[in-house]
């Protein structure tokens, strides 16, 4: 005899979420946290393979902060993209390529997840690009969040 589980009360609200088109607040850090990203040929690296994302991925690329051992980007998927878990593991396979290529970096350079939050209202991308692009401030990289180098934006988002 099968007996259904019950409903749990907890998660009864995410039958109901639905983003028509969504805007992603993704992190990624470097695998053992290593801090290698923040140095111009590697922030090349990642800068390019931002701007190129639509044509490869069919995602565009809002705006980013690199930090010496994880990077914070918007992105959001236009028509025909590739879902976001293939996109990411690409996106992560290329770039790792291009730093060993260049000897930059060894493998692995990722740790193998990575975070991701929709975006659900203007009001929370203001949010969390205040809080991203104060990051290298709070680390004591930087005295201004506009003097960080390795921060910037690639695609305009409009909600």
């Not at 770039?95 to 990575?114: D, K």
């Amino acid at each position: 005899m099968v007996t259904a589980m019950p409903a749990r009360q907890h998660l009864h609200r995410l039958s109901k979420v639905w983003v028509e088109h969504p805007v992603y607040f993704l992190t990624v850090c470097t695998a053992n946290r290593r801090k290698l990203l923040d140095q111009p040929p590697v922030a090349e690296i990642l800068l390019s393979s931002w701007r190129s994302a639509p044509e490869y991925y069919g995602w565009a690329i809002g705006r980013y902060v690199v930090m010496p051992d994880h990077v914070h980007f918007f992105g959001a998927p236009q028509l025909e993209a590739r879902s976001l878990s293939a996109f990411m593991r690409d996106w992560k396979k290329w770039t790792t390529r291009q730093m060993t290529e260049q000897g930059l970096a060894t493998a692995p350079v990722w740790q193998p997840e990575f975070f991701d939050h929709v975006l659900r209202s203007p009001g929370s991308y203001v949010e969390k690009w205040a809080y991203v692009r104060e990051n290298p401030v709070r680390a004591g990289l930087a005295a201004a969040a506009e003097a960080w180098p390795y921060a910037g934006e690639c695609a305009v988002f409009r909600f």
